[in-house]
Nanobody
Framework: QVQLVESGGGLVQAGGSLRLSCAAS????????MGWFRQAPGKEREFVAT????????YYLNSVKGRFAISRDNAKNTVYLQMNTLKPEDTAVYYC?????????????????WGQGTQVTVSS
């Protein structure tokens, strides 16, 4: 069993930055790939970024490439999402997710555990 708790969301002006954190419990964190997803009001949940077990491979949604960076600290059982140059269209609830496989994936269905989400609101 893996439990995930996100933090770091908030209200920021367009062009600003936020760093989301996801603290994981469970002995298998360091062997699991992790992902960030988001869901805006009235829209389906979508993939944002993923990172493999060692942090050596990452993959991003095209619209966040160059602005967002996913990273992890296995010693702290934590994964991060640094978000820079935020835009109003980035407004959503952001979810952290874990999959019981070491490689990256952008598919929602391949993630086994989910956090409760943290709200990110970007004002124009």
């Amino acid at each position: 069993q893996v439990q995930l708790v996100e933090s770091g969301g908030g209200l920021v002006q367009a062009g600003g930055s936020l760093r989301l954190s996801c603290a994981a419990s469970g002995r298998t964190f360091s062997s699991n790939a992790m992902g960030w997803f988001r869901q805006a009001p009235g829209k389906e949940r979508e993939f944002v970024a993923t990172i493999n077990w060692s942090g050596t491979t990452t993959y991003y949604l095209n619209s966040v490439k160059g602005r967002f960076a996913i990273s992890r600290d296995n010693a702290k059982n934590t994964v991060y999402l640094q978000m820079n140059t935020l835009k109003p269209e980035d407004t959503a609830v952001y979810y952290c997710a874990s999959r019981s496989i070491s490689g990256v994936s952008a598919s929602i269905s391949e993630y086994n555990y989910w956090g409760q989400g943290t709200q990110v609101t970007v004002s124009s």
